[in-house]
């Protein structure tokens, strides 16, 4: 694998962030990542990492700059890595610029099939659970064996799924207002039919169904969903916490948390207003 | 004055995030703000205010978005109102839309002598510390008799300069990469000769010369610069610090704490690091 160039280092409460470029051999084009590393990072005392699966449209940009998760991550001495939410083909498959919920920048954490999509790298399953970590383990900083999983909306999503596809691979996961049941609602039934040929298919992408039959360790999640946020309760309601929840309530193997917070919207401002509680949460498996 | 009509509120912290429009008499033209309200603050118990000063290109929305304030404000109990950093004037003026540092979005906290800008209501100063202040009165959740100022780059000049130009009208300043002497550096001359004619007209509006003989109660002020900025380590030094120290050092009524944080640059995620402490600084004023 070829090595990731740092395009710029910025300092950040007394730790850095750095955004990398890499060819992807899994996107077949070049990805862009973001890493913030603590201050208490080193060779010496490497420190876990959380890995945040943005939301539609997003670039690794938008959780480093306006979640407000560093202060809490340095307390924790915690690295958090954000990746890019789909390749960046720039045009090159028909369909895949013409709206904001498929294609670029919606790449829905799964592994394409259909011709277009698989050929040109549309597998970001691969490339977050496995050729990211792998290169992300040549940082010494980094404890890449201690690491949990976190997302917003359809990183929500990619969090749940990596982590029920994998046991053991995550100390815990949590996510904010998370599409939980994708095969029942419309961004979902997009996303399947257009990257895997069926709705059907995206049924081993689907948190509320995954989370039925999950039998690994104990996985400690943490859900939170805005009482106000506008997916949930405009005429389609895409994210469907309520499936979760019954998903989850007869797996011994599966702790859920799911929380409803009133008044909170789908922006990164409940994001924000949380995610200290999600590092404390996540800091508590990772450090146990 | 004509009321504020709320454009939207968002939960954030347990508070509010509320944009406001009005028509403002003193800058012609509709202005939007922005209000972050505290979840402590009442009218049984209005909590004081910290007016936040934006830079240049900015908008309401840069520092609420991604300064990470929230956490700290509501822990002090601090409501904060950002302003927009010019009239948005729709291209009525010649020259007023051709760079990104002066005219829209750069009316540098001045009032405008120059025809063309003056009667097109660049007059960010008495907007900033009249006409708002007045209109946040308004809402008795806000104690506006207990406000102190703070901003950035072009903003750190402006909350530098309503400071010292309004002795006793608010209890701290402090400043994020200010502006320092504007009459000596490049974004400074280009201002004043735009807005005021002349270089020397822009003295009243410097603060490395204001702090010379500011004779009022003591004013404490904070003010972090760093240290890989570069429009400070660049060519051209646009904030020149030193003049500062140098202005307030024989003025026994300036306290000024002037701060290099080394490796630090000149963006958000240089504020959002050391932006606790600034308000931790102005809450000891504020509540004291």
Avoid at 148 to 177: D, E, Q, R, T
Wanted: glycine share 10%.
């Amino acid at each position: 694998m070829a090595a990731a160039e740092v395009v710029k280092v910025i300092k950040v409460f007394g730790g850095s962030l750095t955004k990398f470029k890499h060819t992807s051999a899994v996107c077949k084009c070049p990805m862009v990542y973001s890493v913030f590393t603590p201050s208490t990072a080193s060779v010496e005392s490497p420190a876990p990492l959380v890995m945040w699966l943005s939301g539609l449209t997003c670039t690794d940009d938008n959780f480093m700059q306006k979640a407000g998760a560093f202060e809490a991550a340095t307390q924790h001495g915690i690295t958090i890595c954000c990746p890019d939410t789909s390749p960046r083909q720039e045009n090159k498959i028909d369909g895949e610029e013409d709206s904001w919920d498929f294609g670029t920048g919606a790449g829905f954490y799964v592994n394409a099939t259909e011709e277009g999509f698989s050929n040109q790298g549309y597998n970001m399953y691969d490339y977050v659970t496995q050729e990211l970590p792998t290169l992300l383990a040549e940082d010494k900083s980094i404890d890449t064996a201690n690491v949990s999983i976190m997302g917003h909306s359809m990183g929500g999503h990619g969090a749940l799924v990596c982590a029920l596809k994998n046991p053991g691979k995550y100390k815990s996961a949590s996510a904010f207002a998370p599409i939980c049941h994708p095969t029942g609602c419309p961004w979902g039934e997009k996303a399947f039919n257009g990257y895997l040929g069926s709705v059907e298919a995206g049924q081993e992408y689907d948190a509320s169904l995954l989370v039925k039959s999950y039998d690994g360790p104990k996985l400690n999640i943490l859900s939170d969903q805005g009482g106000a946020d506008s997916f949930l309760t405009g005429d389609v309601d895409q994210l469907q916490p309520a499936t979760l929840v019954d998903g989850a309530k007869d797996n011994a193997n599966i702790a859920l948390n799911s929380r409803s917070q009133e008044g909170y919207d789908h922006s990164y401002f409940f994001i924000a207003s949380f995610i200290r509680e999600h590092l404390d949460f996540h800091a508590g498996f990772l450090k146990a």
